[in-house]
């Protein structure tokens, strides 16, 4: 007998949302709109998720994971520097590919108090970023980690909304990526 799946209303309210968003574009998706698409009462997310903050944060939680998923693939790629560089595109391709969820994970408001601790869930990436640093032997991993994620998660954002097409038309994103990796890569000493 095969098993069939039963989706939670939960879990149905969380895939509504995010498809609004996707759709949207916007993170500005309202409970009512989100219930009613799912097919139940307005009240009924609140069950759930007690204010709206709460949604958008489990929301992006979800999308943090994606990320997470995105990253781990392209971090099959062999040791050292080459994983750096796949994780950093996948990182800048997703924002691309999904950029109102990318502005939603990254919400101040959020990942200070939305109901999930986006902090947790985005800590596990840095904490990635720097194991690779660390295994290719170079010291102060934490500043260089930090210099290497604010660069790329800046190319994915102004990449992301279109800007950099604006701002720098016809400069390919990946050099800059690629640039922002040989200084955080080059930068310093190695450990001896």
Excluded at 54 to 78: F, H, Q, V, Y
């Amino acid at each position: 007998m095969d098993t069939v799946y039963v989706e939670s209303t939960r879990d149905r309210l969380m895939r509504v949302g995010v498809e609004l968003m996707e759709e949207s574009g916007s993170v500005d998706i309202g409970l009512r709109e989100i219930a009613r698409r799912a097919g139940v009462s307005h009240g009924a997310p609140r069950r759930w998720f007690p204010t709206h903050r709460a949604l958008l944060s489990a929301i992006a939680a979800a999308g943090l994971s994606d990320l997470a998923s995105a990253i781990e693939t392209a971090g099959r790629e062999p040791e050292g520097r080459a994983r750096i560089d796949a994780a950093a595109h996948a990182y800048v391709d997703f924002a691309v590919r999904r950029p109102a969820m990318f502005a939603l994970m990254f919400r101040h408001d959020l990942l200070v108090s939305g109901g999930e601790d986006l902090r947790a869930t985005s800590r596990p990436l840095f904490t990635w970023l720097r194991r690779q640093l660390d295994d290719l032997g170079f010291d102060d991993t934490e500043r260089r980690a930090a210099s290497l994620w604010t660069g790329v998660h800046g190319v994915a954002m102004v990449h992301s909304t279109g800007a950099m097409g604006v701002v720098a038309p016809g400069v390919d994103h990946r050099l800059v990526v690629r640039d922002i990796i040989d200084s955080a890569c080059q930068a310093g000493p190695l450990r001896t």
